[in-house]
């Protein structure tokens, strides 16, 4: 993990709400640290050019200059990696819920770039025009089943879900080329599949 990175990654739950809107900004683009002044900055990061050379100060540099040049040596760092999400029993509750939110923060940017969009919206078109929809998924997977059910129901959609396995190929049985079946994996893996394809 990056030294600097670190420090503030460390600081970041005593920090005030000021000195937080600065963490942010740094962890997000180290990289703006090194390409502008303390003017500059301030614009960016919504506190006054004042308050990040304070911050800079706080963590412990003599000044702006000897900050950035910390920066420098870390630029390469992609600010998702640069602070360690594992909690560890020294962690406060704060810290907790700060490794908590980078974790997030890079797991949603792992999976917006993981999906294809044509797939995507393929899916949204089959969910959309077909009569019901079925859903399956089981122990783990069933969490993230019942979830889409009841989202489902509430927009309106015609949807079917049981967490019995036994009961759900009874009810698969009653699906038609007008409806969709969309299937929960143990790995996070929804597949949708229109039976008409099938027949």
């Given at each position: 993990?990056?030294?600097?990175?670190?420090?503030?990654?460390?600081?970041?739950?005593?920090?005030?709400?000021?000195?937080?809107?600065?963490?942010?900004?740094?962890?997000?683009?180290?990289?703006?640290?090194?390409?502008?002044?303390?003017?500059?900055?301030?614009?960016?990061?919504?506190?006054?050019?004042?308050?990040?050379?304070?911050?800079?100060?706080?963590?412990?540099?003599q000044?702006?200059?000897?900050?950035?040049?910390?920066?420098?040596?870390?630029?390469p760092?992609?600010?998702?990696?640069?602070?360690?999400?594992?909690?560890?029993?020294?962690?406060?509750?704060?810290?907790?819920?700060?490794?908590?939110?980078?974790?997030?923060?890079?797991?949603?940017?792992?999976?917006?770039?993981?999906?294809?969009?044509?797939?995507?919206?393929?899916?949204?078109?089959?969910?959309?025009?077909?009569?019901?929809?079925?859903?399956?998924?089981?122990?783990?997977?069933?969490?993230?089943?019942?979830?889409l059910?009841?989202?489902?129901?509430?927009?309106?959609?015609?949807?079917?879900?049981?967490?019995?396995?036994?009961?759900?190929?009874?009810?698969?049985?009653?699906?038609?080329?007008?409806?969709?079946?969309?299937?929960?994996?143990?790995?996070?893996?929804?597949y949708?599949?229109?039976?008409?394809?099938?027949?």
């Open positions: 993990m990056a030294e600097l990175a670190a420090k503030i990654a460390n600081a970041y739950p005593s920090f005030n709400k000021t000195a937080k809107l600065i963490a942010d900004a740094y962890l997000k683009d180290p990289a703006v640290f090194l390409n502008k002044n303390l003017k500059e900055l301030g614009s960016i990061t919504k506190p006054s050019g004042a308050s990040v050379l304070r911050f800079c100060k706080d963590l412990g540099f000044g702006f200059k000897d900050f950035q040049i910390n920066c420098a040596k870390e630029a760092t992609k600010p998702t990696n640069a602070v360690d999400a594992i909690i560890t029993e020294n962690d406060n509750p704060a810290s907790v819920l700060y490794k908590l939110q980078v974790s997030f923060k890079k797991d949603i940017d792992d999976l917006g770039k993981s999906i294809d969009e044509q797939q995507l919206n393929q899916a949204v078109k089959l969910i959309r025009t077909v009569e019901q929809i079925y859903i399956a998924g089981e122990g783990a997977s069933g969490l993230a089943a019942s979830d059910f009841y989202k489902l129901i509430r927009s309106g959609k015609r949807a079917n879900y049981v967490e019995s396995s036994h009961i759900a190929l009874e009810l698969a049985s009653n699906i038609t080329a007008s409806d969709v079946l969309v299937v929960f994996s143990y790995s996070g893996i929804i949708l599949i229109q039976l008409k394809i099938l027949i």
